[in-house]
């Protein structure tokens, strides 16, 4: 009996793996951004670089785009530092290509590229040591050591810097404040992104974008039994409603 395909158009990587899975014929793409971005972060404003990439393809010969922030990097103290951050999104980047082949998606590896900027900041990381990505912590856990997650979430606006224009966004980032080992560290990823004027349009769509990648991450946690609260980001936006009504 032939399965049911799903016309849904996917979001998210885990989407395409689940509509492959469904019986779709899917075929996809990548390219890639690194944009310089003012971040309006509470009274603290400050650029960063954040490292995008877009998936184009098929569903059924039905168009999809949508695109995935794996990474976002500083010049300074305020979040992860640039040369740090090319490494962690290809890290990521790499563990969904992952995915997508065993899934049976056939994808070219192209990896972000940050040669110049590396180059300018090497010895940085030599200096202050690498930064471990959330699931180095996981794999800490693994091996039984007691990791405890305090999980803050954030709507961040931001100004994306293109060629001849940008645009305002809002960027639904996450912190995770890592206590092992008996050391405190902070991890960020963003999840979602939405532009600034469609807010009204696409802030609940996004913000459930971003808790279903949550909620995988919580069940990794809950396997390696890492105490942690669960937040999300569809609770916060009806608590935001409810305080402006």
Request: hydrophobic share 35%; glycine share 4%; charged share 25%.
């Amino acid at each position: 009996m032939e399965q049911t395909k799903m016309h849904v158009s996917p979001n998210r990587v885990t989407d395409l793996v689940a509509l492959k899975q469904g019986g779709s014929d899917v075929s996809c793409q990548t390219s890639f951004e690194i944009l310089p971005v003012d971040f309006q972060h509470r009274d603290n404003p400050f650029q960063a670089y954040i490292f995008l990439c877009c998936y184009r393809g098929n569903v059924d010969d039905r168009e999809f785009t949508f695109r995935k922030c794996y990474a976002r990097g500083c010049p300074h103290n305020l979040c992860p530092h640039v040369s740090q951050a090319v490494m962690i999104a290809n890290r990521y980047l790499q563990r969904d290509y992952h995915k997508l082949q065993q899934a049976g998606i056939q994808i070219e590896k192209h990896l972000f590229n940050l040669e110049e900027m590396t180059i300018k900041f090497e010895g940085y990381q030599e200096e202050h040591g690498p930064i471990l990505a959330i699931h180095d912590y996981i794999n800490i856990a693994m091996e039984g050591n007691d990791v405890s997650v305090d999980v803050t979430l954030e709507f961040v606006p931001g100004a994306e810097h293109f060629a001849n224009y940008e645009n305002q966004m809002i960027f639904l980032m996450v912190d995770f404040s890592v206590t092992c080992l008996g050391k405190k560290h902070h991890y960020e990823r963003c999840l979602a992104c939405y532009p600034m004027d469609k807010e009204a349009e696409e802030k609940n769509e996004k913000a459930a974008i971003a808790d279903e990648r949550l909620k995988l991450l919580y069940e990794e946690f809950d396997t390696v039994s890492i105490q942690y609260e669960k937040r999300f980001f569809g609770q916060s936006a009806a608590a935001s409603a409810e305080n402006e009504v």
